[in-house]
């Protein structure tokens, strides 16, 4: 006789939360701030949002793919061990990128060894956008930089000139003298208030003059950087961005299974014990998990000094975090309690799932709205630790902002109760966009280290509150057992597709207008969506589906009397009919 496994519903919910906390924490120990270790490397915005758009564009294609592949083949636990394992080493690959720009290592406000009023926008060229002839006073003296020592060399000096004749003067008098750089005044906010963009590019043509003049010697260095050496055709700057564009796909085909894997392998265990109800009850500790990575990351990063080793930023520590944690969840995952459901087709479901939004008004403005969100997110995730870095916040001011949030949105639904019977679903998608909206605005004006802490609360309600709407939002038009698979249309359509597109507009739009006037019209779209949404809401009808599997779970007791009510009913009923059918016989007899 087959013996029945036993099965341990208690255990299996707490490997999950367990297993969802350490992967969150891997994860925002390091992608939080992987924009800011490619603007160290030389990336513009554009070529950054490029690289992240790129990204998030793998995951929506992979994750569904992988995991059919997986369940069609039985190889769910091995696609999950060894996303763990390559995701972590693909990750490490980036820092063997060779350092093409050595002066973009500079230590920010943190640092002891740099003065607390110096703004890193003074010391950091890469810091400064905008074209180079836009502002008479920028100006970068080549003749200066031949006369600074060897080491001093790669980094360009910006001096106040304002005429090719003081130009002329001006070399010649600090032939041996050390030069100074050029401090912004008030009235220079306008051109230095962005991040790194289109100032970049002339310097390093600048420098790659200089490079030139140099002795064969040095030319041979610079031709064993491998791959870089080896595209003659480009400039140094567009081979960095296509090896690191390489990079982050392999990493992202790598770590993009994982996720759908384990969800639908611990769900499926669940459900097998009829326990799939408290399965949701894990995901706050992802939401958490994050928090303490984001915020245990950055303090322990901001107490590192600049250069960790000779020639490496304290940047690569987040590596090392990430890398770290993956490889400690690794036995955790080779021990995680996965049921394979061979009758399920998750096809099917996603095809139903998507019959379902596409029939409901309600639920295509909810799309439309998500999708919105997750663009103008993307490009606050990448480009908001810009902006404080631009305004003198060191890692610690990020990662304690940034774990603010994710504790601001995990505490949400202990007041979800309250504000949705305030609000109500539709009136709460609304309330989450427009509080988006602010934090942007917000975003715009900020003026010191500490300034982005206050918006963090509002995440409260532009991640939470938005997105129990659209949990209330799967539950009116979802049939019973596609509640899962419509809440994942809404997350793939805004977190992956919205942001895709949200970081290749972003990233053009930043090095265009600067990132000041980039937070600012992603503000203005959101509010005049939040203007038309409730008049769009009124128009649509709106069709509330019977939800099935509430009827089912609802209280045995009033289960019990109701039936035995209508059994009573029907009892009387049968019998009055068959009074009158015998009453009628005797009738037709007589």
């Known amino acids: 006789m087959k013996r029945i496994k036993q099965i341990d519903i208690n255990r299996a919910l707490a490997m999950a939360g367990t297993f969802n906390f350490l992967c969150s924490c891997a994860r925002a120990c390091l992608l939080p701030f992987l924009t800011l270790y490619f ?82 926008s003074d010391i950091l060229l890469v810091n400064i956008t905008g074209p180079v002839t836009s502002h008479p006073k920028l100006h970068v ?33 600090h032939t041996t003298e050390s030069p100074l750089l050029y401090v912004p005044q008030k009235n220079d906010s306008k ?26 010697g040095e030319k041979k260095d610079e031709s064993s950087l491998g791959f870089l050496g080896s595209l003659k055709a480009m400039d140094t700057q567009h081979q ?13 085909a790598a770590s993009a299974p994982l996720e759908w894997n384990v969800d639908d392998g611990l769900y499926e265990y669940l459900d097998f014990a009829d326990a799939s109800d408290r399965y949701s009850s894990t995901r706050v500790w992802g939401v958490l998990g994050a928090a303490c990575g984001v915020g245990g990351t950055g303090l322990l990063v901001s107490q590192l000094t600049c250069l960790i080793a000779a020639q490496t930023s304290r940047s690569v520590v987040h590596f090392y975090c990430y890398a770290s ?13 996965l049921y394979l459901n061979k009758k399920r087709n998750r096809t099917s479901g996603l095809l139903k799932a998507l019959q379902l939004v596409r029939g409901s008004p309600q639920a295509v403005l909810c799309v439309f709205t998500t999708l919105l969100v997750g663009v103008a997110k993307s490009p606050i995730d990448n480009f908001l630790l810009w902006q404080m870095q631009d305004r003198g916040s060191s890692e610690l001011h990020m990662g304690l902002s940034l774990a603010l949030a994710l504790l601001s949105q995990a505490a949400f639904p202990l007041m979800a109760g309250r504000v949705s019977r305030l609000l109500g679903p539709r009136r709460m998608l609304a309330v989450g966009a427009a509080s988006l909206g602010l934090q942007c605005f917000y975003y715009s004006f900020l003026w010191g280290a500490w300034a982005a802490l206050p918006a963090q609360v509002l995440s409260c309600f532009s991640s939470g509150a938005l997105w129990w709407a659209v949990k209330l939002q799967c539950e009116d038009i979802a049939t019973p057992g596609a509640e899962r698979s419509v809440r994942r249309v809404y997350k793939s359509l805004s977190i992956h597709l919205g942001s895709a597109l949200g970081s290749l507009a972003g990233g053009f739009v930043a090095q265009s207008i600067g990132l000041t006037w980039m937070f600012r019209g992603l503000a203005m779209v959101l509010m005049v969506w939040c203007v038309c949404l409730p008049l769009l809401q009124w128009k649509a009808p709106h ?29 009387d009923k049968a019998m009055e009919n068959d009074k009158s059918n015998n009453n009628s016989g005797r009738r037709v007899n007589h």
């Open 240 to 252: 960095l961005f296509f090896l690191i564009l390489i990079i982050v796909c392999v990493w992202e």
């Open 325 to 337: 944690l993956a490889f400690l969840v690794l036995p955790l995952a080779m021990s995680l309690p």
């Open 39 to 120: 603007r160290q490397l030389g990336l513009t915005p554009a070529m950054t949002g490029i690289v992240m758009g790129t990204k998030h564009f793998v995951t929506l294609v992979w994750s569904p793919a992988a995991s059919l592949l997986s369940k069609h083949y039985n190889k769910r636990r091995a696609v999950i061990c060894g996303s763990v394992v390559f995701s972590a080493a693909a990750a490490l690959l980036l820092l063997l990128i060779p350092h093409t720009d050595m002066h973009a290592w500079t230590c920010n406000a943190s640092d002891p060894h740099v003065s607390p009023t110096q703004n890193p």
């Open 191 to 216: 051109v230095l208030e962005s991040s790194s963009s289109s100032l970049a590019t002339p310097v390093r043509n600048k420098r790659s003059e200089l490079k030139s003049e140099q002795p064969t």
């Open 543 to 571: 069709h509330r589906r019977i939800n099935y599997s509430r009827l089912l779970a609802a209280d045995a007791s009033e289960a019990s009397d109701s039936e035995s009510e209508q059994e009573r009913d029907w009892l």
């Open 141 to 173: 003296s080549q003749s200066l930089v031949t006369h600074l020592p060897d080491a001093d060399r790669k980094a360009p000096v910006i001096t106040n000139e304002t005429s090719p004749h003081h130009h002329h003067h001006h070399n010649h008098n």
